[in-house]
């Protein structure tokens, strides 16, 4: 967790990718893809809520959150992880939304402003 707070301090890429295969994963629907993971040994729950649970992976630096059944973009998948671009740390977004096409532009444009609001609140505590 400690390298991700470090890489949002250094930049940030926000521009999440809609993708069948997410961060080197492949599956068949985001729900299939939370079952795996769950399963994973190197993984941990980091958290959960009525609309996702989110799932570290930290093997290979990557956070994972998926949606539960009451989400309005469910299922989905967003991974975000580590990538080093000309020197500086950068936060990688991508998403994988099955849900409602208006559904799965909100979700997008929220995790835009997690994002955001993550790299601004790690800056201003520097």
């Known amino acids: 967790m400690r390298a991700l707070l470090l890489a949002l301090t250094f930049g940030l890429l926000t521009s999440p ?3 069948e295969t997410l961060c080197g994963k492949s599956f068949d629907n985001p729900a299939a893809l939370a079952i795996e993971m769950l399963d994973e040994p190197d993984t941990e729950l980091l958290n959960h809520d009525a609309l996702y649970f989110s799932i570290a992976e930290d093997k290979h630096e990557r956070y994972w959150t998926f949606t539960r059944e009451t989400h309005p973009a469910h299922p989905a998948a967003i ?18 939304c099955a849900g409602p096409k208006v ?3 909100v979700l997008v444009e929220d995790f835009k402003k997690l994002n955001a609001a993550m790299a ?3 800056k201003r505590k520097l």
């Open 17 to 19: 990718v809609m993708a």
């Open 79 to 96: 991974c975000r992880r580590l990538e080093q671009v000309d020197g500086e740390l950068l936060l990688d977004m991508n998403i994988s």
């Open 103 to 105: 559904a799965c532009d």
């Open 120 to 122: 601004a609140d790690i």
